[in-house]
């Protein structure tokens, strides 16, 4: 059974950084495109990034460019959102997601997964 878990999420503070994290089962994740999605309070389903089978192939959306940054881990079958510089706008439910095939673009990344995780909450308030 395929399955996504995040995890990383919490109550913290503007600025400084948080990493989420999301471990796959299921599903050889060294063989897989997986993007990040954020949904916030009253606001529809936003994509965060993407990244492809290799860290070389990375994505972002315009509203978190040049402050998160997602990795893999494919010996922990993991991958990772670090957040920096965090507003509070970054509020919202963090969802990974693939559909278990290598990149296959940016439209793709945004808008070709099939299999998401439930979420964790990352509340950003002073």
């Known amino acids: 059974q395929v399955q996504l878990v995040e995890s990383g999420g919490g109550l913290v503070q503007p600025g400084g950084s948080l990493r989420l994290s999301c471990e796959a089962s299921?599903?050889?994740?060294?063989?897989?495109?997986i993007s990040w999605f954020r949904q916030a309070p009253g606001k529809e389903r936003e994509w965060v990034s993407c990244?492809?089978?290799?860290?070389?192939?990375?994505y972002y959306g315009k509203s978190v460019k040049g402050r998160f940054t997602m990795f893999r881990d494919n010996a922990k079958s993991t991958v990772y959102l670090r957040m920096n510089s965090r507003k509070p706008e970054d509020t919202a439910v963090y969802y990974c997601?693939?559909?278990?095939?290598?990149?296959?673009?940016?439209?793709?990344?945004?808008?070709?997964?099939?299999?998401w995780g439930r979420g964790t909450l990352v509340t950003v308030s002073s």
């Open positions: 997601a693939t559909d278990r095939s290598p990149f296959q673009g940016i439209g793709h990344c945004q808008f070709g997964m099939e299999y």
């Open positions: 299921g599903f050889t994740l060294a063989n897989a495109a």
């Open positions: 990244i492809g089978t290799t860290d070389g192939t990375l």
